[in-house]
């Protein structure tokens, strides 16, 4: 192992309860890896299989536009707001009985899509799941880190899966669509059921009982865990609000002024508690914040040029649905074989220097995108590769070594804060690319023909919007670099 991939910021010296050994392969933990894997494929594909069904859940449950919004909305504000929370308490009650509590709650409340008969029962469904969701999916991660001692294993593992993942991703709308032609649209969340026990088994059979000594017992943080999830759900809602609204509107502006309070005062609170909901000292720690940053930066280029590019595909150039869908093609390919390069890549130079270098793609690909995707479609390829490919490395690395840089006893909310960066990075990223259009495109977005006018003034938004998203992820990435270089100073 190169000097770059050994552990040398928090001992790691822990044992997975109950084991004599770490596992050694990957093989040796194959039913441990099967049920992580059904978890994150959960977390990957249930929005996405649901969004093919929206018109039909409409027309069954005379869903109001609104109503339909939030059947899908609901479980992202839920899910991101929540995840903080939860990562505390299962740092201190078992990432492994919180984990196994979660899909519990996941498989009931896909049994309960069942009987739903209106908009509002659904989406209540819905936050359930967001919830079960939030007490599984950065456990995923925690609970993968630490079933083994070394970090090319830990690599792999990770990057096996967020394969299985992409892949249901990839796969998921198209066999929602199949689905729904010839079943119930109810199918669609029941298949939660399966994907559940399949995971719970693969957990308790796989994965020995919580470790103490990997455990803390520091009371919980109920003011801060509130004063997070306002902040997290408010700045979830806000981007929506703005791209639905624009910036003339109060309601967005109210929506942010209320994220940034929150979050002051979690900041405030979180530096007097005695047992504070998160150590913010640990937040600083040069791998934590390098690797936050990454993740922060990846989420705002992966969600605002995927919006740019399904709008300049459909709208600017006239391509239909099913061309629009290969369009992107060359994202979903790269996503899906990266993985097969990950392991190879990090080997070779280091979990330091392969965040930093995938940061730097996801970077270039978005000012390939700003500056020459109006003149062809082979420019906006090359920009959704080059995102993809840093983004595939990003979402493994940089995600370890924020671990890497925590006690093991702070695991779980450690892989919380790499979703959460994600989750708010993403949303600030449509915010910024749709509030964007709306301020510079006039007349109605959806109407055709667009004039010439109107075609001139996308193509500058398309400019503008990539050059900010650029911008902003460019001074993440820079910062992550150099917290990457203070943390490799410290050794």
């Not at 109210?254 to 979050?263: N, R």
């Not at 239909?320 to 996503?335: D, F, N, T, Y």
Request: glycine fraction near 10%; include cysteine.
């Amino acid at each position: 192992m190169t000097d770059a991939m050994r552990t040398d910021i928090v001992p790691d010296d822990h044992r997975a309860g109950p084991f004599h050994r770490s596992p050694q392969t990957l093989r040796e933990a194959w039913v441990a890896l099967t049920g992580l894997a059904a978890v994150f494929l959960f977390e990957m594909v249930d929005n996405s299989i649901l969004n093919v069904a929206l018109p039909t859940i409409g027309r069954d449950l005379h869903a109001s536009t609104t109503g339909l919004a939030w059947v899908t909305g609901a479980y992202a504000v839920v899910f991101g707001g929540s995840m903080l929370a939860f990562g505390a308490v299962a740092d201190r009650f078992g990432r492994r009985r919180i984990m196994l509590v979660g899909l519990v709650l996941l498989g009931v409340t896909s049994l309960a899509t069942a009987v739903v008969t209106t908009s509002v029962q659904l989406i209540a469904v819905r936050m359930a799941m967001g919830v079960a969701a939030a007490m599984t999916t950065p456990g995923s991660m925690a609970l993968a880190f630490r079933l083994f001692d070394e970090d090319r294993l830990r690599v792999r593992a990770l990057t096996l899966i967020s394969t299985v993942g992409l892949v249901g991703l990839a796969v998921g709308p198209t066999a929602g669509g199949f689905v729904v032609a010839v079943a119930p649209w109810q199918v669609l969340l029941l298949v939660n059921v399966p994907v559940a026990a399949l995971a719970v088994v693969g957990i308790r059979v796989g994965i020995p009982a919580d470790d103490p000594a990997e455990l803390h017992r520091d009371p919980v943080d109920l003011v801060g865990a509130v004063l997070a999830t306002v902040s997290i759900v408010t700045a979830l809602v806000a981007p929506t609000l703005f791209v639905d609204g624009g910036v003339r509107s109060w309601w967005p502006w109210a929506m942010t002024v209320t994220a940034v309070l929150a979050a002051v005062l979690f900041v405030v609170r979180e530096r007097s508690a005695r047992f504070p909901l998160l150590d913010l000292t640990l937040v600083g720690h040069p791998l934590v914040s390098s690797g936050l940053a990454f993740k922060a930066a990846t989420g705002l280029a992966t969600a605002g040029l995927g919006y740019l590019v399904t709008l300049q595909l459909q709208l600017a150039w006239g391509w239909r649905p099913a061309l629009a869908a290969l369009g992107l093609l060359p994202q979903v390919v790269v996503l899906i074989a990266g993985g097969a390069f990950v392991d190879p890549f990090v080997r070779r130079v280091g979990l330091e220097r392969a965040a930093w270098l995938s940061a730097i793609a996801v970077v270039l690909g978005l000012a390939v995108y700003a500056c020459l995707s109006p003149l062809d479609y082979p420019w906006v390829a090359a920009a959704l590769v080059l995102v993809a490919a840093g983004m595939r490395v990003v979402g493994v690395v940089a995600g370890t070594n924020v671990l890497r840089g925590l006690p093991a006893d702070r695991t779980t909310i450690g892989a919380a804060l790499v979703d959460t960066s994600t989750e708010v990075a993403s949303g600030v990223g449509i915010a910024v690319a749709g509030t964007l259009l709306a301020a510079l495109f006039t007349g109605a977005l959806l109407g055709s023909p667009w004039s010439s006018q109107q075609a001139a003034e996308f193509t500058a938004t398309v400019r503008v919007a990539g050059l900010t998203l650029t911008v902003v992820a460019a001074a993440l990435v820079g910062w992550g670099v150099s917290r990457g270089r203070h943390a490799a100073a410290r050794r």
